[in-house]
């Protein structure tokens, strides 16, 4: 059985760093283009990046240039780097592994995990 596992939130302050980590298990493989969203309560989850199975990346506007989506088929993680957050990106934050089927837009494949919780202090 696929799964996902997401590790390495917590609380830092505004201009710090994170690095998030997604564990894949079970049927998913470097084959799999892998996603990282994040989610606010009260609001729709969004998709922050992206990471092909040959290593393509893609990034939503909002994180450009900040974030950095990474994958180690070896270790089957997928983390995601973040530095410079601001308040704005507390959230809890998911992988999956996605279909490619519109640029920007990956489609889910799996039931969202648990997530890690993200907070930007001010």
């Known amino acids: 059985q696929a799964q996902v596992v997401e590790s390495g939130g917590g609380l830092v302050q505004a201009g710090g760093s994170l690095r998030l980590s997604c564990a894949t298990s079970g049927s998913i493989s470097s084959n799999n283009a892998m996603a990282w969203y994040r989610q606010v309560p009260g609001k729709e989850i969004e998709w922050v990046a992206t990471?092909?199975?040959?290593?393509?990346?893609d990034y939503a506007d909002s994180v450009r240039g900040r974030f950095t989506i990474s994958r180690d088929n070896a270790k089957n993680t997928v983390p995601l780097q973040m530095n410079s957050l601001s308040p704005e990106d507390t959230a809890v934050y998911y992988c999956?592994?996605?279909?490619?089927?519109?640029?920007?837009?990956?489609?889910?494949?799996?039931?969202w995990g648990q997530g890690t919780q993200v907070t930007v202090s001010s």
């Open positions: 990471i092909t199975r040959t290593g393509t990346t």
């Open positions: 999956n592994a996605v279909l490619i089927l519109q640029i920007g837009r990956p489609t889910p494949l799996l039931a």
